[in-house]
């Protein structure tokens, strides 16, 4: 289970409030990804960034924000715009983002917002 | 923009048959279809992957096919054992441009002893 990282396991937090997961990898890779998992939704994609410093909106990014200051690191933050923030959230890193390569996921953050 | 489409979405087995999973693609272009396999509570961590260039590949007892014609891969798993029970993505990916992979729903495959 090594290479990807996400803290911590289990978020709770009060509506209104914005929330930040944590997500690190030291698999060199340069591509990282955010995944939402909700019951029978498969893998719904976030955000993605191919480099540092620059990131791209996926199929949900509303309510969501990220940086890519650092190669290692893509935090997510779960707004308070978020109608529905309540999830399990996956990250994951691949060798690069152009295609064809394998996606390492992270263990996942379980949100919960009450 | 890249549509895959997983059947079915639960499917449960006995203990030695075979289960087999569908999924369907609407991009000609995409070149990668790699499966993903989550157990309850970790994880999706890949199976076995195909690239267009080949028809059909096998790794023990499971095994990928795609048509490309048809625009449809499916995996098979043989022999099906408990510890198969868990939930299946497939994905396809462009492998040209920058898109990332599009996965299908997933299919809970219980293998019942």
């Known amino acids: 289970d090594g290479g990807i990282t996400q803290s911590p396991k289990y978020l709770f937090r009060k509506e209104g409030q914005n929330v930040t997961l944590s997500c690190e990898q030291n698999l060199n890779h340069d591509a990282m990804y955010w995944y939402r998992q909700d019951p029978g939704q498969g893998l719904r994609l976030i955000y993605y960034?191919?480099?540092?410093?620059?990131?791209q909106k996926g199929d949900i990014a509303e309510g969501y924000s990220v940086s890519r200051e650092k190669k290692e690191s893509f935090p997510l933050t779960v707004t308070s715009a978020q109608k529905n923030p309540t999830a399990f959230y996956l990250c994951?890193?691949?060798?690069?983002?152009?295609?064809?390569?394998?996606?390492?996921f992270g263990p996942g953050t379980r949100l919960t917002v009450t | 923009g890249e549509n895959v489409e997983q059947h079915p979405s639960t499917l449960s087995v006995q203990e030695g048959d075979s289960a087999v999973i569908k999924c369907t693609y609407s991009?000609?272009?995409?070149?990668?279809f790699p499966w993903y396999k989550q157990e309850l509570g970790k994880r999706p961590q890949l199976i076995i992957d195909i690239r267009s260039n080949v028809g059909e590949k096998k790794d023990q007892r499971i095994a990928v096919t795609l048509n490309k014609t048809a625009k449809h891969f499916s995996l098979h798993i043989t022999e099906t054992q408990p510890e198969d029970s868990a939930v299946y993505f497939c994905a396809a990916d462009p492998y040209s441009g920058n898109t990332p992979l599009v996965f299908g729903k997933g299919t809970r495959l219980s293998v019942i002893a």
């Open positions: 991009d000609s272009a995409s070149n990668y």
């Open positions: 994951a890193s691949s060798r690069t983002g152009i295609g064809g390569d394998e996606q390492y």
């Open positions: 960034s191919q480099i540092v410093n620059d990131f």
